[in-house]
T-cell receptor, first 111, second 116 residues
Framework: DAKTTQPTSMDCAEGRAANLPCNHSTISGNEYVYWYRQIHSQGPQYIIHGLKNNETNEMASLIITEDRKSSTLILPHATLRDTAVYYCIVRVQGGSEKLVFGKGTKLTVNP | GAGVSQSPRYKVAKRGQDVALRCDPISGHVSLFWYQQALGQGPEFLTYFQNEAQLDKSGLPSDRFFAERPEGSVSTLKIQRTQQEDSAVYLC???WGRGAPMDEQFFGPGTRLTVL
């Protein structure tokens, strides 16, 4: 699985959009981008995934650049409950089932 | 509906003791995973089951670690002769087993193991 690079930490004001970047410059054509988050003392939680088109669900939006070398997870109206570590993971379709986590980005949403 | 459950939530062991950690996956989920998470780090893969078959155990750090899922549902992670470096949160996850990209993994709350 390709490596990803994320900032160690970010801050965001409550009610504002949180934009979390991820670099995956060695991603190959059949690898998907996944985002999970881990709230303190809980297990990771799936957020969203995409291949090359932008995706949106009830939790977030995922913007993938045209060259697919980077992506941004957007939480449109961050709340205090969104404070968590966010993990960007690339995973090949039909490949190993396991998830390879990096250190993620610690997002702190401030009141 | 019920999610993935793990027991115990906390376990303190003396160095050299054996421990057994239990995972109850979501009913009907074919795939089951164990991850180890050290303090301040992301989870690291240990092993993976599809039904009762252990298809990947490449992440098990030593032969002191053993996992089983004899009937394809509940799984147990056993650590023999625990060492201080085994102190971590052990996370279990399950999924339908349809293969990426459809397969979202659902995680349990983890078992925090402290070895004294």
């Amino acid at each position: 699985d390709a490596k990803t690079t994320q900032p160690t930490s970010m801050d965001c004001a409550e009610g504002r959009a949180a934009n979390l970047p991820c670099n995956h410059s060695t991603i190959s054509g059949n690898e998907y981008v996944y985002w999970y988050r881990q709230i303190h003392s809980q297990g990771p939680q799936y957020i969203i995934h995409g291949l090359k088109n932008n995706e949106t669900n009830e939790m977030a939006s995922l913007i993938i650049t045209e060259d697919r070398k980077s992506s941004t997870l957007i939480l449109p109206h961050a709340t205090l409950r969104d404070t968590a570590v966010y993990y960007c993971i690339v995973r090949v379709q039909g490949g190993s089932e396991k998830l390879v986590f990096g250190k993620g980005t610690k997002l702190t949403v401030n009141p | 509906g019920a999610g993935v459950s793990q027991s115990p939530r906390y376990k303190v062991a003396k160095r050299g003791q054996d421990v057994a950690l239990r995972c109850d996956p979501i009913s009907g989920h074919v795939s089951l995973f164990w991850y180890q998470q050290a303090l301040g780090q992301g989870p690291e893969f240990l092993t993976y089951f599809q039904n009762e078959a252990q298809l990947d155990k490449s992440g098990l750090p030593s032969d002191r670690f053993f996992a089983e899922r004899p009937e394809g549902s509940v799984s147990t992670l056993k650590i023999q002769r625990t060492q201080q470096e085994d102190s971590a949160v052990y996370l279990c996850a399950s999924s339908w087993g349809r293969g990426a990209p459809m397969d979202e993994q659902f995680f349990g709350p983890g078992t925090r193991l402290t070895v004294l």
